[in-house]
């Protein structure tokens, strides 16, 4: 089984400066990671992934993500936030083999102010 | 771009009615999923199909049922709705490997009165 923490409910941060979501796991099994994001009243739609290679993996919006396997982390960070970046984050994780179900974290919540 | 589509996006019923929910993807996904969003709890599973008339029960299946007849269209059914079941209700579609993001519906939002 799998499991994944977000420390985190709520990071309020000024416009512009950078920021950093917290995310640990914890697995039995290799897994997979994910960032996805949910803008208000939307599904959620895919930041990045980790699968394999570099752990420093891009993504979209100008967000990245470092795969720590010593530390099972996944931190989600942007060195400048815009207002726009204001949405809800959930980090989730797949395992290798089997149903290829997602486990959740509770998400946080990024406010971004003026 | 994969698109899913979920019927409804605000929904209201009564207290022991039946409830009918649907999916439906356009991306020849084989496996599909529904899941429930709550404040503070994040995005739990309610059950999953990765084939045609094949299904298999998430972390809070109680009270839930689904079916999936056609491969594009995956029906999450609440038999007797109750109060405890108001939420947001999420479907999401994926391939198969477990490497494959899962694509989401814009959610409906349920509210059992």
């Keep these: 089984a799998q499991s994944v923490t977000q420390l985190d409910s709520q990071v309020p941060v ?4 950078p920021v950093e979501l917290r995310c640990n796991y914890s697995s039995s099994v290799s897994v997979y990671l994910f960032w996805y994001v949910q803008y208000p009243n939307q599904g959620l739609q895919l930041l990045l992934k980790y699968l394999s290679g570099s752990t420093l993996v891009k993504g979209i919006n100008g967000f990245e993500a470092e795969f720590n396997k010593s530390q099972t982390s996944f931190h989600l960070r942007k060195p400048s936030v815009h207002i726009s970046d204001t949405a809800e984050y959930f980090c989730a994780v797949s395992p290798f ?14 406010l971004v102010s003026p | 771009d ?42 739990r599973l309610i059950y999953f199909s990765y084939d045609v008339k094949m299904k298999e029960k998430g972390d809070i299946p109680e009270g839930y049922s689904v079916s999936r007849e056609k491969k594009e269209r995956f029906s999450l059914i609440l038999e007797s709705a109750s109060t405890n079941q108001t939420s947001m209700y999420l479907c999401a579609s994926s391939f198969t490997k477990s490497n494959q993001p899962q694509h989401f519906g814009d959610g409906t939002r349920l509210s059992i009165l």
């Design chain 1, 14 to 17: 000024f416009e512009e400066a």
């Design chain 1, 97 to 110: 083999s089997g149903y290829s179900t997602l486990t959740f974290g509770k998400g946080t919540m990024l």
């Design chain 2, 2 to 43: 994969v698109k899913v589509t979920q019927s409804s996006r605000y929904l209201v019923k009564r207290t022991g009615e039946k409830v009918f929910l649907e999916c439906v993807q356009d991306m020849d996904h084989e496996n599909m999923f529904w899941y429930r969003q709550d404040p503070g709890l994040g995005l």
